[in-house]
């Protein structure tokens, strides 16, 4: 939404939200590496090392994939979702500390390029309990690579928000693969019950929370408009949408949103421009409607980013009658100014 | 088989490698070429980008080349 690109757009919420991302990693590590000291010491540095970057990797991994679902099922963790992008990047470099290491212990030392060893080095493809477990990571980590190295905003206008978020949406596909990397790895070295039942009880919580919200996600397509005479739809009583909020309907197949706000109402569509985020889940906040998912504003009369932002969204033509609220399904174009209707 | 799976990291690498040398020209005016706001952001928002470059290089070089004809 900047008018200019920065390396990274801090601001105090942020600094906060890193500097607690940054204790709770340190914490991890020292807990980690001292309980792995304490109950075995002959554990040499570098498999500390890979062990302690790894799991922390996978624990920031569960983190990163549940706050999506926790932040449709409650807004008290939309901020961790606003947030998400630099833990999704400390993930991100926690896995390569990871990976890097293991490449380097296990695959640099010979006079073979340590990714073509580390993918040709053990040729059981066939063999499920002697497959190469480390290529699967090592594609997760490409995958993650990809997400991390594109998590700014340049590349999101560029690559498209459709794009930018289907390449983001690999991150299950990564998730996949580290979880059977995981697997096969723990039942060919040392098999840890205790491992594999955290790992277990990780994919689901994540799968629940996934079906959960989806199940809400259908609750808001069920509430659909009703026809009546004249081409204008019912969508709701005007006491049912809450003050500087909104309620989503489905209207002609696409979601759009109501909002009451100074006594007035105004639609517009419920699909931000940034990242598709429910604009209908957010509030007004100084006069725009805010998503919830990464604060990007928008006019309620005229579906317009303030100036001098450039993001527009369909708009829709509304009437009251009896506190009743009609709306005209067609969307009007992006940015279209319609007169926000009194109650 | 085996002849698949050993072609694999030598074309993970070629690709890497090409991303590489992208992601210098990127830096020094492909990012410039295709969004306009890059010259007005500071030198290390390039630098920020060049990973990305180097991992997508195929797309940028084709969003380029498409500026460039236009």
Redesign the interface.
Known sequence: MGVNYQTVLWNKNKKVYDKWIGIGILVYLICFIGITVATNPATSIETLIIRAFGTLAIALLHIVLVIGPLARLNTNFLPLLYNRRHLGVSMFLAALVHGGFSIFQFHSLGNVNPIYALVTSNMDYDSLTHFPFQVLGFFALIILFLMASTSHDFWLKNLSPKTWKRLHMLVYFAYALIIMHVFLGAFQQQPSFASIGILIFGFIIIASLHLIAAFKETRIDATVTQDTEDGWEYVCDVNDIPEDRAKIFIVEKERVAVFKYNNQLSAISNVCKHQGGPLGEGKIVDGCVTCPWHGYQYLPHNGQSPPPFTEKVATYELRIQNKKVYILPTPLPEGTEVTPILI | ??TL??I???L??IYFGIGVLFGIYFFAKG?AK??S??S???W??RL??V??A???WP?LLI?ILKTSKS
């Open positions: 088989m085996e799976i050993k694999i990291p030598v993970i690498l990012a295709i969004d706001l890059i007005e952001s500071k290390t928002v920020f980008l990973p990305g180097i991992g997508l797309i969003k």
